[in-house]
């Protein structure tokens, strides 16, 4: 008993010291634990859990929309990652390799995969013959390594689990309408199941994805005013087409390079989860993608027919899709109440023998923290209302957060002063790179996407005409 009530120790000050807050979160909350290996992490059950949930509404989405999984080799010949000028020096400092294999030293290194277009795009190369095969729409969940200097759980760990979407199209138009499809995949499911407002749009030349001819990103405001890319798409065109052959008979008899995409989200998602709900008492889940939905904690247990309504009100619940969990440990309901707050649960159910004689029960809402009464009879149907309610109410409550928290710059200084105050600003850019370096070293915020739709008349840094409206920001 000793070493579980260590669990409900008091965490940081999620105002006052948030990287600290985010770390005690993940750690007592059994989300993670530190890997033997710098920077890699376990995910223990409570935090697989989630990602299950992720996994499970993204794929569903993802075959709805024509796509089929697959699974490629993690090891890569280093032959393959020179092959794409812009990739290999995008991906060089991050790569691992393996040069020793079975007592003997390799022909060739192999990488262990940063990211799979590589691979892909030489199978792709035999399998793709002709327009009749066409288009090609595979995803895969796997792992990657990238081996990171600073690294903190789920939001950046040398090795990490993810999703990648990879496409080949007959031309150009189809491809840049696929990459345009699975942003707003993304988007859906970020405010859907996450209950993360994001805003979506094209990254600078700076910022987007090594090999790409254009990527677009999808930026979710966290607690503390920075920003966390929470998911990508990428048009590569044929850059990877050529580097690998990737080559298609037309319809009119002659051969064609393919036009591809890539696309992807990982287990960060899971950290933008927390930053975004999370509060002083620890997490915060969405119903959606909670592993347990809602717990029920017996009040004064051992009075005659209290755990058995509490064990019958549990399987009405199960039955009905609900995910449930009866607390029937021998800890005090207090401390009970303290676990599963910090855990995030959405809903706790405490009913007691006095609720049992009303035919009523005490339910509370991790959001708000509040309590309501509830009846026994019905109560399939409220609680799922309950969780339904809870869902929007903590989107309805991020996006409040995020549209107070965005600001405009017209200098640099007044840039410089927004993302102190811990808010995205949106100011004018000529596109020069140079410009786009001068802010990131004087506020430290990086471009994060264009502000699409809207128009800025002079560029903050060098006062030239501003060709692009840029939303800046602190990034994670």
């Known amino acids: 008993m000793a070493k579980d009530n260590q669990f409900v120790e008091q965490i940081a000050d999620i105002d006052a010291d948030f990287p600290r807050w985010y770390t005690d979160v993940v750690i007592k909350t059994k989300l993670v634990d530190y890997g033997p290996v710098k920077g890699t992490m376990v995910i223990r059950p409570y935090g697989y859990a989630i990602w299950e949930n992720i996994q499970k509404e993204l794929d569903a989405r993802f075959k709805a929309t024509g796509h089929e999984n697959a699974y490629f080799p993690l090891l890569i010949p280093m032959s393959f990652m020179t092959k794409e000028a812009e990739h290999v020096e995008g991906f060089a400092p991050e790569v691992a390799v393996v040069t020793h294999a079975g007592g003997e030293q390799l022909a060739e290194p192999l990488c262990i995969r940063p990211t799979s277009e590589t691979i892909i795009g030489n199978m792709y190369s035999k399998w793709i013959q002709s327009y009749r095969d066409l288009p090609v729409k595979m995803n895969q969940w796997a792992n990657v390594m990238r081996w990171e200097k600073t690294t903190r759980p789920f939001l950046r760990t040398s ?15 189809e491809a840049e309408e696929e990459t345009q499809k699975m ?35 999808m930026e ?18 044929q850059n990877f087409s050529k580097a690998f052959d990737i080559q298609f008979l037309d319809k009119d008899g002659t051969h064609k390079y393919g036009y591809t995409t890539s696309w992807g989200v990982s287990t960060r998602l899971i950290g933008a989860v927390i930053m975004t709900h999370g509060d002083k008492r620890g997490l915060v889940l969405p119903p959606v993608v909670a592993p347990t939905q809602v717990v029920i904690v017996p009040i004064a247990a051992k009075k005659p027919g209290v755990v058995e309504a509490c064990r019958a009100l549990k399987e009405k619940l199960s039955l009905a899709g609900v995910r449930v969990l009866l607390d029937e440990t021998d800890n005090s309901p207090g401390w009970k109440f303290n676990e599963w707050e910090m855990k ?22 991790r959001d708000e923290c509040t309590k309501e009464e509830m009846p026994i009879e019905g109560c399939v149907e409220a609680i799922k209302a309950l969780l339904s309610n809870v869902q929007s109410n903590l989107l309805e409550k991020a996006r409040e957060r995020t ?12 840039l410089l002063d927004g993302v102190e105050r811990q808010n995205f600003v949106k100011a004018g850019w000529c596109g020069c790179r140079a410009c786009e370096d001068v802010i990131k070293e ?11 739709g809207e128009t800025a008349e002079k560029c903050i840094v060098c006062g030239k005409d501003a060709k692009h409206v840029v939303i800046f920001a602190r990034a994670y």
């Open 344 to 365: 995030g649960v959405p809903v706790r159910i405490e009913l007691g023998p006095r609720d049992l004689e009303a035919g009523k029960f005490l339910a509370f809402r």
């Open 159 to 173: 090795e990490f689990l993810w999703q990648e979407g990879h496409t080949v199209h007959a031309t150009e138009e």
């Open 442 to 452: 004087r506020t430290a915020a990086s471009a994060r996407v264009y502000a699409e």
């Open 183 to 217: 942003l707003a995949v993304y988007k859906e499911f970020a405010e859907t199941c996450l209950a993360i407002p994001v805003i979506t749009g094209k990254k600078t030349e700076k910022e987007k994805f090594a090999g790409a001819v254009a990527t677009y990103g």
């Open 220 to 237: 979710a405001m966290m607690h503390d005013g920075k920003s966390l890319q929470a998911g990508t798409s990428h048009y590569l065109g």
């Open 403 to 414: 549209n107070r928290r965005i600001v405009y710059a017209n200098s640099v200084e007044e």
